[in-house]
Each structure stands twice: as C-alpha cells, then as structure tokens.
C-alpha cells in the first residue's frame, strides 16, 4: 500500500536527494570545525568530565538543603 502511495507522488526521488545533499554539507561543516579547532580549547574540553569544582548549582542546592 506504502508503495503505491510513494508511486503516485511525482518528484518524491527529489526528497532523498536534498536530504542526502544536507546530511552532507551538515557532516562536512561539523569536520571542518573540529578540524579547525585549536588544540589548548580542546585539552581544556576534555578535562571537564574530571574537574572536581563544585558548580554554581551544586553549591545553591546544597545551601538550600542545609
């Protein structure tokens, strides 16, 4: 039934093309960016998982909690 929908909407081989063209030109932009990025802001993006600081929000939950 699917099918026979797809069959009778003319132009429908367009979609899947522009969508292709933009999932390209998306993946290409987000390589060229991280390509491009420098290597001190991408040291100090990596060590963020493990930087023990207590947040702002932290500390205002815990203020609240005490």
Known sequence: ????VLREIGGIGLYGVIS???FFLVFSVAFVRACFLRKAFV???SLLPLDEAPTAT???N?????
């Open 58 to 60: 932290s500390t205002s």
């Open 43 to 45: 040291d100090t993006m």
């Open 20 to 22: 292709v063209c933009l």
């Open 1 to 4: 039934m699917i099918q026979n």
């Open 62 to 66: 815990r203020s609240h909690n005490e």
